[in-house]
């Protein structure tokens, strides 16, 4: 499947923002968000998946895509648009089968090893990183800074890239033009709870302007 991902990609997350994850939907939506990743690390699957199917049904008035963070049971069940795959979730061959070829999938990777692994894979875009210092996973893995990204570009070849880890309102203009598609934020977004929509839309306007 082709898909054209855009620069910004956000996702959702309940803790960090002090929200629901249908009421962040909402608010990057009005914003301008058409590509969204759900991602609950800490609650039930039962909850979850009730938030993201209420999310569905709020994202499909506007043509918005919602993508389930680690859970192919989830996304399937809920008829997500699709999913993101970390190193340690079912391998996207499998998630692959059971999604459909019209599933949007996606895979981190951290390394060169995945990343060359990846490409080989049925994924659609390859998220790469952490670009910088990042505060929303407990257990990071290694920063691998810019003139990494740099490389990973090179290498990634026609997939998408997307950066990921620590970007920001100062650091993403530099991270696409080290060749990054596409930057997933979700702390940046949430520094201005009260003004998601006005944010994101600001963001969305830096990273249009980098050529």
């Known amino acids: 499947m082709s898909f054209q991902i855009p620069k910004i ?19 990057l ?9 759900l991602r609950e690390k800490t609650g039930s699957p039962a909850r979850f998946f009730l938030d993201v199917r209420e999310s569905i049904d709020v994202a499909r008035r506007t043509g918005a895509k919602i993508i389930v963070n680690d859970r192919v049971d989830i996304a399937l069940a809920a008829k997500a648009d699709g999913v993101h795959l970390g190193q340690n979730d079912l391998p996207p061959i499998e998630a ?3 999604l459909g070829e019209h599933a949007i999938i996606g895979l981190s990777t951290h390394n060169e090893a995945q990343l060359k692994e990846a ?16 505060a929303t996973k407990d257990d990071p893995d290694p920063v691998v800074g810019l003139d990494t990204l740099i490389q990973v570009r090179k290498i990634a070849g026609d997939k998408h890239l997307v950066a ?19 930057v ?28």
């Open 119 to 134: 490409i080989s894979l049925p994924v659609d875009y390859i998220a790469y990183g952490p670009i910088f210092p990042t």
């Open 29 to 37: 939506i009005d914003g301008g968000a058409s590509f969204i990743q």
């Open 184 to 211: 997933a934020l979700i702390s940046e977004l949430y520094k201005y709870r009260d003004r998601i929509a006005e944010h994101f839309a600001a963001l969305t306007e830096i990273a249009n302007n980098v050529k």
């Open 164 to 182: 990921i880890g620590g970007i920001n309102a100062e650091n993403l203009r530099l991270t696409i033009e080290s060749g990054a598609d596409s």
């Open 96 to 98: 692959r089968r059971l």
């Open 9 to 27: 990609y956000p996702l959702t997350d309940s803790r960090l923002a002090g929200l629901s994850h249908v009421e962040q939907v909402s608010r």
